[in-house]
């Protein structure tokens, strides 16, 4: 008798579970590559190619191949560095601004296979490539648009040039995870020998949707980034930071390739947004992008790169950290130093969730559901998330820490495969039995990271208390960062 009553309790839990439907999804929604991108949050930028010779950031493309020739080019070591400082994939200069390429292409001779460099035999992108496979990175490609090198730039010739190249690229180098559209276009240049200016339309002279179905036929995996899109969006600023409010979305129309007209939509998103374009963080560990010998000494220092990661990764962005690999061909001893302190900085912070597995009470549940309930945020498994209501904008979440916990960052987490939904939220903690408001902030996303002076507290509350709709909250985490002096 007992254990019929018991099978019928099961039974009926886990037909209300059934019964209450997931949260319907708030469009513009991640797509699969979108998803996987959002998870790298850290990779390297790195800037190599002919300027690293001529100390310039912008070659004029009258360089020679000749004058590129690295004398102890190891991208294993460039791997091995990026795999030690936590970053997850490497995006390389295949060509930059000057049209030199770093691989042997067959439509051009200004490549590195008329350079010195092992006897004109080497291949920049297929060494990395297998250093990356090696060292379990994920590879990007940087292919400049404009091409201040080609005779043909500004022509349509050019546009079937820079397809070849990019079919190139794309085929046969491996699994490619991000594609780099600079928005730089258009100006003086060596041109074949011209040597004049040159403005393109650009607007129209790409016509980016066929390049793009290149990329989307050979990589369909990858991410395409521009200053609009079509996957990953600029943040408007090359100084390392996204807005504080961050949506993962813009208004498509507003942003016709190649044209910026609104930095604060690229900085900001627009919660209006037509369609999922989240926001990546580019800047250089240097002043510059290339490697100058001047600049050796000026390597952005551990609070200003710490500052970076939590107005990058820590609002929503994706982090792009440029290291400029130098004329060995090697990152340089001052920048490999520094991303290593960055890095155990990095873990210190992160060491300990102090909110893992601590019992979490919500003023609402979907559906009364364990399938929805609050201990989905604190079980380290982003799968995993806790809603409310489909009326609920407002609601709110207590951990009970037990005993008084000492603390100075929060980290939360939207589950975004249902949409970017928090439009403002509030942290506060329970000290000497009284609440505080330790932060009132705005967006969440794939993630949010706030610090703050420490903070000794037996409760701590995050309140959602505004959203596009219902609140589905994949996790929180609640760390004692050790604070470096200069912070
Ligand atoms: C800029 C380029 O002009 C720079 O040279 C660099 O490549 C940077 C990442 O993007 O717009």
């Not at 309790?9 to 999804?25: D, G, K």
């Not at 928090?422 to 009132?440: G, H, M, P, R, Y």
């Amino acid at each position: 008798m007992r254990s019929a009553y018991l099978f019928f309790i099961v039974a009926l839990t886990l037909f209300s579970c059934r019964e209450t439907p997931p949260p319907a999804p708030v469009g513009p929604l991640p797509s699969e590559r979108q998803l996987a991108w959002h998870q790298m949050e850290y990779y390297a930028f790195i800037h190599f190619s002919m300027n690293t010779f001529t100390n310039m950031e912008w070659g004029m493309g009258s360089e020679k191949p000749e004058q590129f020739n690295p004398t102890a080019l190891d991208c294993r070591q460039w791997a091995r560095i990026c795999k030690a400082a936590g970053m997850k994939g490497i995006i390389l200069t295949a060509k930059h601004h000057d049209g030199f390429c770093l691989w042997p292409s067959a439509y051009t001779e200004h490549s590195v296979k008329n350079s010195p460099w092992e006897n004109g035999k080497g291949d920049v992108v297929k060494e990395l490539s297998e250093a990356c496979k090696e060292y379990g990175l994920k590879m990007g490609l940087y292919l400049s648009p404009w091409d201040r090198n080609h005779a043909d730039y500004g022509k349509p010739e050019y546009i079937t040039y820079y397809r070849n190249q990019m079919k190139e690229l794309m085929g046969n180098y491996g699994e490619i995870f991000e594609v780099w559209f600079d928005g730089a276009n258009g100006g003086t240049g060596w041109y074949g020998g011209a040597n004049e200016e040159r403005r393109i339309d650009r607007t129209t002279y790409y016509d980016w949707e066929n390049t793009w179905k290149i990329v989307r036929e050979l990589q369909p995996g990858a991410v395409m980034f521009s200053d609009g899109g079509p996957d990953i969006r600029w943040v408007g600023n090359e100084q390392g930071w996204a807005r504080p409010t961050n949506w993962s979305l813009l208004k498509k129309k507003d942003f016709a390739p190649g044209v910026v007209d609104n930095l604060e939509h690229l900085r900001a998103g627009q919660e209006d947004g037509t369609d999922w374009i989240p926001a990546e963080v580019d800047v250089s560990i240097r002043p510059g992008w290339f490697y100058h010998p001047a600049e050796d000494t000026l390597v952005k220092s551990l609070p200003k790169l710490l500052d970076i990661y939590y107005h990058s990764v820590g609002r929503n962005a994706n982090m792009l950290l440029n290291i400029p690999v130098d004329q060995r061909g090697l990152i340089h001893e001052a920048d490999s130093a520094r991303l290593m302190e960055l890095a155990e900085a990095l873990k210190a912070g992160f060491a300990t969730d102090l909110a893992f597995g601590k019992k979490v009470t919500a003023t609402s549940i979907r559906g009364k559901s364990k399938h929805y309930g609050a201990a989905n945020v604190n079980d380290n498994n982003p799968a995993t998330y806790w809603t409310t209501g489909d009326s609920a904008k407002q609601a709110s979440l207590t951990i009970d820490m037990i005993n008084p916990t000492a603390f100075n960052r929060f980290l939360v987490q939207e589950f975004i495969p249902l949409g970017q939904r928090v439009k403002k939220f509030k942290i506060e903690a329970l000290v000497n039995d009284s609440w505080q408001t330790i932060a009132e902030e705005t967006t969440v996303g794939y993630k949010r990271i706030l610090r703050f002076p420490e903070v000794t507290a037996t409760k701590i509350r995050f309140s959602v208390e505004d959203a596009k709709a219902c609140p589905v909250i994949s996790t929180i985490q609640v760390f004692k960062a050790p604070e470096l002096s200069e912070e």
